[in-house]
Every structure is written in C-alpha cells, then in structure tokens.
C-alpha cells in the first residue's frame, strides 16, 4: 500500500461542475502539499497546510490531521483546471515529499 | 523574480551514450532536489542537495547516475551509458530550506528520449 493514496485515478467533469480530489497519507507529516502540472508544463505548488483549510479563488483545501486525509475542491470548474493534480506528504522531521500518484482531471466546455 | 530554470528542454540521445542535464535553482535556496517522472507515471525522487552536499542520493537508480552542486548553486544530473529505460522527464525544484513543510519550486524540466 503506497503512503499517500490519491482518489480518484482520472476524473472528467463538466464546466462549472463543483471537483473533490481526495488524498489519504499513512505517514506523520510536517505539511501537506497541492501540486498541480499541467499537460507538458512545470509543476506549481498550489497550497501548503498543517492544519484547517486554505482558500486561493476557485481552489480549496482542507485537512484532517486525525484521520490523515486531505481534499482540494474546485469550485465552478472551468476547462483551464485541465491538469493532473498531486498531493504529497511532507514527511515530519525530514526534507522529503512523499508523492501521491496523481489525479489527471479533464473539464469539458 | 526568476524561477528554477533547466536546460536542455529535451534531449534524444542513443543509447550508450552519456548525457548531462542542468539545474539553475532560485538564487538563495539551499536545498535543490532530483526527480523524474516516467510516461503516465508519479514523482520519483533521486537525489537531495543541501549546499553543494548530497546528504541523500538514495533515490538513484544505478550507479550510471551521479549528481553534483558547485557553489551551493547549479547542479548538473548525469547519465552513464544511457538506457532505453531513462527515457523519462527529469524535474528538477529547489526550496528556501530543506524541511519538507517548506514549498518546492519545480524547473519546467528536461524530457530525455533515448533511442
């Protein structure tokens, strides 16, 4: 069973649907990151948290620290949040992420 | 400001032959890291820099790889006798500290081929 298991796999959406991506760890964690790569780009990291839940625009994510799960939601999903999104643990007392497989979402117009 | 860059953007090489990837890390960020990504697949990590030391090169795959840092700055990845195998993109992200509650940021990477 890998550490961070992400769900789900693939997801095609419908613009202006409302997207959860979900994220399970195994591992105690310093941070919990969301990365987002889109088709034949660089990385960007799109939030950073330990505890609550962080808002950028249509993004979202939370976390729970007692039951080691995390979520990013897309609210009003338009066809440019096409990406493969990644959460990954930021193992505690080390330099490491530790990397979930991915989440390839594609949002038709 | 500017970014991680590397260079080259791609690269198709025989196999056999050796390649050099480089990594040009945000100015001021001690810790830079190695990854590849395989087609279809997650992040693997190969190597972690902090200054121009290499605490942690756990992550390569055979001793084909080897990695360096001068001046607690550019980093070169090199392959040995490339194999069909390599092919993948090579990522490369630096960060301010080397905590993993500190952001990464990620070089748009360099996709090698090896035929």
């Known amino acids: 069973k890998n550490e961070v298991e992400q769900s789900p796999q693939n997801l095609t959406a419908q613009e202006g649907e409302f997207i959860t991506i979900n994220c399970s760890y195994s591992?105690?964690?310093?941070?919990l990151h969301w990365l987002q790569q889109h088709p034949g780009g660089g990385i960007v990291s799109l939030f950073m948290?330990?505890?609550g839940k962080k808002k950028h625009g249509r993004l979202i994510a939370t976390i729970n620290i007692q039951e080691k799960h995390s979520s990013l939601h897309i609210t009003a999903s338009h066809p440019r949040d096409s990406a493969v999104y990644i959460c990954?643990?930021?193992?505690?007392?080390?330099?490491?992420?530790?990397f979930g497989t991915g989440t390839r979402l594609k949002v038709l117009a | 400001g500017a970014g991680v860059s590397q260079s080259p953007s791609n690269k198709v090489t025989e196999k056999g032959k050796d390649v050099e990837l480089r990594c040009d890390p945000i100015?001021?960020?001690?810790?830079l890291y190695w990854y590849r990504q395989s087609l279809g697949q997650g992040l693997e990590f190969l190597i972690y820099?902090?200054?121009?030391?290499?605490?942690?090169k756990s992550g390569l795959p055979s001793d084909r790889f080897s990695a360096e840092r001068t001046g607690g700055s550019v980093s070169t990845l090199t392959i040995q006798r490339t194999q069909q195998e390599d092919s993948a993109v090579y990522l490369c992200?630096?960060?301010?500290?080397?905590?993993?509650?500190?952001?990464?940021?990620f070089g748009p990477g360099t996709r090698l081929t090896v035929t």
């Open positions: 992200a630096s960060s301010f500290r080397g905590t993993a509650s500190t952001e990464q940021y």
């Open positions: 591992v105690g964690i310093s941070a």
């Open positions: 948290l330990s505890s």
């Open positions: 990954a643990a930021g193992s505690a007392g080390t330099y490491k992420y530790i």
């Open positions: 100015s001021g960020h001690t810790a």
């Open positions: 820099f902090q200054g121009n030391s290499a605490p942690d």
